[in-house]
């Protein structure tokens, strides 16, 4: 049996969303393996450093970790790395974790069918002009004065920025609706591409110049803020629509706002703003071309559960010198001794356990 984990959970600040539930289902892979978890209840950078000396990984929900804690990790050898809840880690300096030799994981995929069904809704939404409509309807106006100009959707083209988990999917999905489906992500491989049905297009300028509906479904990093902006509404059709369930900082919201007021795209759908919770006074509240809804794109209990249980099997992996699945800083396999592939966890709990029946 491997030594067991100590794991240090930190949680949102104030602490005041602290969730019992959440936490049984964070810590189960970790008492498994025998380990235990600790929860960081400190509001310094001096306490966190304190925490951090008796623990082999973190665990991360929220956005409350001081860069400046990852020095401290690198020089002393206990701490290996951090596990981030969710998809996005925007809040995390991969440099200075590359750096100092920290791993660092996310739970990507738990909420790939979700995501990507939210996508297909919000395309649905926007294509159908289902938010003037339904209001139209609500208010007893019963008429079909602004149906036109409405696309076939069929034999349409349907653009993704990003072709991930998520991006795959969408792509999946579009073709069940007969969009013709082109795609950017230079960290794909044409061929890789072609077999999601995806004709992979060289620039995000080439994508929205061709496409009815543009949606983005890459990280939120320094290459991807505002990756969609004045230049990009300017190269797209008068009838195509935006469509961002990714992070809010790919798409230029001000640019966006200019386009939608001189009707230059037609549209959007958008489950996620560059600052949330969203200004009562953002024009795109009262605008009928665009869906909104208050990102939670990727919820479902069956989702959400995955995503709470994946942050412990991950914690176990990095604390036991094993890669993670969902390495999100790769350049660190340069700064830390080699390790073991990531296996799935089924097959690591019993390799840990000995086949030993384990704890629920």
Known sequence: MTP??????????????????????????????GGAVVRYTGRTLAELVEALEGVDVVMLQGHRFDAAAFTHMGEHGRCKGLVSFGHGYDQLDLDAAVKHGVILANTASFGTEEVSNHTMMHFLVCARKFVLHDRLVRQGVWTRAHLAPMGHIAGQTFGIVGLGNIGRAVARKA???????????????????????????????????????????????????????RRQFDLMKPTAYVINCARGGVVDEQALI??????????????????EPVDPSNPLLKMDNVSLTN??????????????????????????????????????????????????????????????????
Not at 330 to 351: F, G, K, M, S
């Open 4 to 33: 067991q984990p100590r794991v240090l959970y930190v949680g949102p600040a104030g602490g005041d969303t602290f969730d019992a539930t959440s936490l049984e289902q964070q810590t189960r892979a970790v008492r498994q393996v």
């Open 175 to 229: 073709r069940a609706f007969g969009l013709q489906v082109i795609g950017h992500d230079p960290y794909v491989a044409a061929w890789d591409a072609t077999e999601y049905g995806v004709e992979q297009v060289a620039t995000v300028d080439e994508l929205c110049r061709r496409a009815d509906y543009v949606t983005l479904h890459c990280y939120l990093a320094d290459g991807t803020r505002h990756i969609i902006g």
């Open 258 to 275: 200019e386009a939608l007021t001189a009707k230059k795209i037609a549209g959007a759908g958008l489950d996620v703003f560059e600052r």
């Open 295 to 360: 990102h939670y794109a990727s919820y479902s209990e069956v989702a959400w559960e995955r995503a709470q249980t994946q942050m412990g099997e991950e914690a176990v992996r990095i604390a036991t010198g094993m890669w993670p699945m969902s390495l999100i800083n790769p350049d660190v396999r340069h700064t830390v001794p080699p390790r073991r592939p990531a296996l799935a966890w089924e097959v690591y709990l019993r390799e840990l356990t000995g086949g030993a029946p384990s704890a629920p």
